[in-house]
């Protein structure tokens, strides 16, 4: 779950190279409007600070969120922008929508690591009030199921980890 999507990371730097931008240009991938042009299928942009989720305003930096409801995922992070699939969303409690948008937003903050963004997103949710122990623990009952892969520790792990951060007072 909460892949940065090496399939999608492969298809967007071939779009960028199709499109002929630099090198530098590929490197960093399209911009959220050449991602909507190609998937289509109703995706849109939301300006960032412009995202409600479960009521609440949420934003990223300066960064938009693009909504792709055919995304494989509940999110996915691409360097300056987040993607959120609204359609798998609605199927799971606030708590962990927003740790999901707040999970993808750490990939945005602190890279790759997807230890790290779980412990981002929880310490941000603690941190602005919307995440409690009982928030943590639908969180947790959501990634239980999870297998881990090469980027992911399998679901009990991941939340054994996000219960020591959020209870830490190291700052991820």
Same mark, same amino acid.
């Given at each position: 779950?909460?892949?940065?999507?090496?399939?999608?990371?492969?298809?967007?730097? *071939?779009?960028?190279?199709? !499109?002929? $931008?630099?090198?530098?240009?590929?490197? /960093?991938?399209?911009?959220?409007?050449?991602?909507?042009?190609?998937?289509? *299928? @109703?995706?849109?942009?939301?300006?960032?600070?412009?995202?409600?989720? *479960?009521? !609440? $305003?949420?934003? &990223?930096?300066?960064?938009?969120?693009?909504?792709?409801?055919?995304?494989?995922?509940?999110?996915?992070?691409?360097?300056?922008?987040?993607?959120?699939? =609204?359609? !798998?969303?609605?199927?799971?409690?606030?708590?962990?929508? !927003?740790?999901?948008? /707040?999970?993808?937003?750490?990939?945005? +903050? =602190? *890279?790759?690591?997807?230890?790290?963004?779980?412990? +981002?997103?929880?310490? =941000?949710?603690?941190?602005?009030?919307?995440?409690?122990?009982?928030?943590?623990?639908?969180? &947790?009952?959501?990634?239980?199921?999870? #297998? @881990?892969?090469?980027?992911? $520790?399998?679901?009990?792990? #991941? &939340?054994?980890?996000? =219960? #020591? &951060?959020?209870?830490?007072?190291?700052?991820?």
């Amino acid at each position: 779950m909460l892949h940065d999507l090496p399939a999608l990371h492969r298809w967007l730097i *071939g779009l960028a190279l199709a !499109l002929g $931008l630099t090198t530098t240009a590929a490197t /960093a991938g399209p911009t959220p409007e050449e991602y909507v042009q190609h998937v289509g *299928g @109703g995706s849109h942009i939301i300006k960032a600070g412009k995202l409600r989720i *479960g009521g !609440l $305003l949420v934003a &990223c930096g300066h960064r938009p969120t693009v909504i792709d409801n055919n995304l494989d995922d509940y999110g996915a992070a691409y360097p300056g922008f987040l993607i959120l699939n =609204r359609r !798998l969303l609605a199927n799971v409690p606030n708590a962990v929508k !927003l740790w999901i948008f /707040a999970h993808e937003c750490g990939h945005q +903050f =602190r *890279g790759p690591d997807e230890e790290t963004a779980d412990c +981002f997103a929880v310490q =941000r949710g603690r941190r602005q009030k919307w995440l409690t122990p009982s928030g943590l623990d639908k969180v &947790c009952a959501f990634i239980h199921p999870a #297998r @881990g892969d090469s980027m992911h $520790l399998a679901g009990p792990q #991941r &939340c054994k980890s996000m =219960r #020591r &951060c959020y209870y830490s007072r190291k700052i991820w």
